[in-house]
């Protein structure tokens, strides 16, 4: 054994995080200036849809080429990273869009309860409400699988095998708040709350269900639900081709102002009842048992 190794001989959990990363941070670097050189892609707007589908595409074949490199060195098996393969759109996916769509409704729902959310009419209408309609909906589902398969699919079982599964989940899930804070405009403490404790959320189904199925489709939902459906700003924007026109009124802390619903200090509650109703449905019993299998 040594400093590189463990009993078994193989590399440490942290030197294996460590190529990870340097896989994904050089491929990353090499990707983004090939798009520069041959797109020239300019400014514009934060929250449109093919943006954010692009730039998921830029993470996710850096980290998906990263994670097929260290299977082959570890000798695992997708399922080992909790990748759900070919049950990706399966019942657990479907089980989570509805939750999804029940937290951020929920949250929305606390905030016009307290007077804070009104709708006013419809901010689209005929073709461009069906392809916006389409584009929010890949663009969401982009969102949860490539932010998911980055944070919570190598990152967390293998900073699991080093520090054990919840240290582990804490660390990034702070670093996942910490992420959206520092590299979205117009942030402030409520958000990295926020983000981390759902990041925390996320990993919480991984250690229930043992796939990211669940919160994939949670993530999406409630983005989808966030921007789209109900209208609400995010890092200080509206969605580009968003479906309400929408009135926030009230405190920052009850509608989140410019950072939108998921800065809401409503959104407090919905975690905390998030939590409760994934303990009912998957009671301690069942997840060691789902564990040991």
């Not at 730039?55 to 570890?74: G, S, T, Y």
């Amino acid at each position: 054994m040594s400093v590189l190794t463990n009993t078994t001989g193989q590399l440490r959990a942290g030197w294996r995080l460590l190529i990870w990363l340097a896989i994904v941070a050089c491929l990353a670097a090499v990707l983004q200036l090939a798009v520069d050189a041959i797109f020239h892609p300019g400014g514009g707007a934060f929250l449109d849809p093919v943006r954010l589908i692009t730039n998921d595409v830029l993470i996710f074949i850096p980290a998906l080429i990263a994670v097929i490199v260290m299977k082959r060195i570890e000798h695992r098996n997708w399922s080992d990273y909790y990748w759900p393969g070919r049950d990706l759109i399966g019942k657990l996916f479907w089980q989570g869009v509805l939750w999804g769509l029940a937290a951020m409704s929920l949250n929305v729902g606390l905030i016009a309860a307290f007077g804070g959310y009104r709708v006013t009419g419809l901010a689209i209408t005929g073709m461009p409400l069906l392809r916006f309609s389409l584009l929010w909906l890949l663009a969401a589902f982009a969102i949860g699988v490539v932010e998911e398969f980055v944070f919570r699919s190598y990152q967390l079982r293998t900073l699991a095998d080093g520090i054990g599964f919840w240290p582990a989940a804490s660390v990034l899930s702070i670093i996942f708040g910490a992420l959206h804070y520092f590299t979205k405009p117009n942030e402030r403490w409520e958000d990295w709350v926020s983000v981390s404790f759902i990041a925390l959320f996320g990993c919480f189904t991984v250690r229930c269900t043992g796939t990211l199925a669940f919160i994939i489709g949670w993530h999406a939902a409630f983005d989808w639900a966030a921007m789209f459906f109900w209208s609400g700003r995010n890092a200080g924007e509206l969605g580009t081709g968003h479906l309400l026109v929408t009135r926030w009124s009230g405190s920052d802390r009850l509608t989140g102002g410019i950072l939108g619903p998921e800065a809401s200090w409503m959104m407090s509650i919905v975690i905390v009842l998030s939590f409760v109703g994934l303990t009912v449905l998957y009671p301690a019993g069942k997840v060691k048992a789902r564990a040991a299998g």
